[in-house]
Nanobody
Framework: QVSLVESGGGLVQPGGSLRLSCVAS????????MGWYRQAPGKQRELVAV???????TYSDSGKGRFTISRDNDKNTVYLQMNSLKLEDTAVYYC??????????????WGQGTQVTVSS
């Protein structure tokens, strides 16, 4: 079982940037597919981006070209660099870890979430 702790959320103006971090513990980080998901008020959780143990990345259409997922296996950490943020990016962002590739919005291990608010 892997434990996940997210950080880096906050309040940012439209067009701004944030970098989210998720530190994993309790298992061998390098074998996991890591992902970022988000849930806005009144909406279902949705995929933002995932990165496999081999470094293959997949992005949702909403984040493609603006967000970058990366991982540092030496630090047991996955990052989400978010640029050109929009009002509609406001959500709680969750880190996910699972064995094997999947973009499902359930399953695996989840962090507690970090709030991202985009507002002028």
């Amino acid at each position: 079982q892997v434990s996940l702790v997210e950080s880096g959320g906050g309040l940012v103006q439209p067009g701004g940037s944030l970098r989210l971090s998720c530190v994993a513990s309790g298992s061998i980080f390098s074998i996991y597919t890591m992902g970022w998901y988000r849930q806005a008020p009144g909406k279902q959780r949705e995929l933002v981006a995932v990165i496999t143990s081999g470094g293959r990345t997949t992005y949702s259409d909403s984040g493609k070209g603006r967000f970058t997922i990366s991982r540092d296996n030496d630090k047991n950490t996955v990052y989400l660099q978010m640029n050109s943020l929009k009002l509609e990016d406001t959500a709680v962002y969750y880190c996910n870890a699972r064995i094997g590739f999947s973009i499902a919005t359930s399953g695996g291990s989840w962090g507690q979430g970090t709030q991202v608010t985009v507002s002028s």
